[in-house]
């Protein structure tokens, strides 16, 4: 009687091991993915741009895990774990190329998420597009173009989206990784006759009054950098500056300069010229030699 007993307990354990295992299965992954969730969701709360973000990857996150606990069922219920395992792997394949492009992108809106390489409102460069981050969605990276339709560094209002599946394969400037300001410089060339001294006072007294916030904030002074060019003295004023006002800074430094100039007779500005100086020669021993005595 207790070995036909066994003998039905053993076949009941035989006949439902699969569906026992493949429960078991879907309790264990139940369990992680609620441990693992919970601190994600946290994470993911305090670091993403925008809530929505959130809600969207978690909603790619939960698919995910029903896949995962589907493949694994499978598994657990097929009576043949090599031609499942073929077949598992061979569709993992033909998704995997298929869904190449969201998947990297996907992993870029997460490192941007974890590295943190900008912010909303930073100015970047990304692929040679200037511009301010307006907006990081989970496929795309939204710029408002700076330039682009003018010269310099004015916003243009025009919008750019950039995938971020290119993120990985594209260097990445930030003019605010460790402050909002950057190092600037305003170019101005001067005769050789002019009074170098004069000049450099007026440039950094320029520099001084555009930029005097800054200044307070940073600590950082201008200064001037000179060299000589074939027109004249060439002077480098270089200062810390706002990275999304460097035109506008710049500029007032420029009309500054200029007026300070024109009302200085010892300064002159330098632009490319010729000039053709007459003299007579003069001879060996240092007598002035005229053309009809030679």
């Not at 441990?35 to 994470?43: N, S």
């Not at 201008?222 to 006002?245: C, H, K, M, Y």
Request: glycine share 8%.
């Amino acid at each position: 009687m207790l070995g036909d007993l066994a003998d039905k307990i053993l076949g009941f354990v035989s006949a439902h091991q699969r569906p026992l295992g493949a429960a078991l299965t879907v309790l264990l992954l139940l369990m992680v993915y609620r441990l693992v969730t919970r601190p994600l969701r946290r994470y993911m709360v305090s670091k993403a741009h925008k809530p929505e973000n959130v809600q969207n990857f978690f909603f790619i996150w939960r698919y995910v895990w029903f896949g995962v606990a589907a493949v694994l069922i499978l598994i657990s219920m097929s009576g043949s774990l090599a031609a499942l395992g073929i077949s598992a792997a061979f569709l993992g394949m033909i998704l995997g190329w298929s869904l190449q492009a969201p998947v990297t992108g996907l992993a870029a809106w997460l490192m941007i998420i974890l590295k943190r390489p900008f912010r909303l409102g930073d100015r970047v460069i990304i692929a040679g597009i200037i511009g301010d981050v307006v907006d990081i969605t989970l496929t795309h990276v939204i710029l408002n173009q700076v330039g682009g339709t003018i010269g310099g560094e004015e916003k243009s209002g025009r919008g750019v989206l950039i995938p971020n599946a290119i993120l990985f394969q594209q260097i990445i400037y930030n003019y605010a990784f460790e402050t909002s300001n950057i190092l600037d410089e305003v170019v101005v060339s001067i005769t050789f006759e002019s009074d170098y001294d004069e000049a450099k006072a007026i440039c950094l007294k320029a520099a001084r009054e555009a930029t005097g916030d800054i200044i307070e904030e940073t600590g950082q002074e201008p200064f001037v950098r000179a060299e000589i060019s074939d027109w004249g003295v060439r002077i480098r004023l270089r200062n810390q500056t706002a990275a999304t006002e460097r035109q506008r800074i710049s500029s007032e430094i420029v009309e500054m300069v200029f007026r300070e100039f024109r009302k200085n007779d010892l300064v002159e500005f330098c632009y490319p010229h010729t000039e053709i100086l007459h003299r007579p020669k003069v001879g060996i021993e240092g007598n002035h030699v005229n053309a009809q005595e030679r």
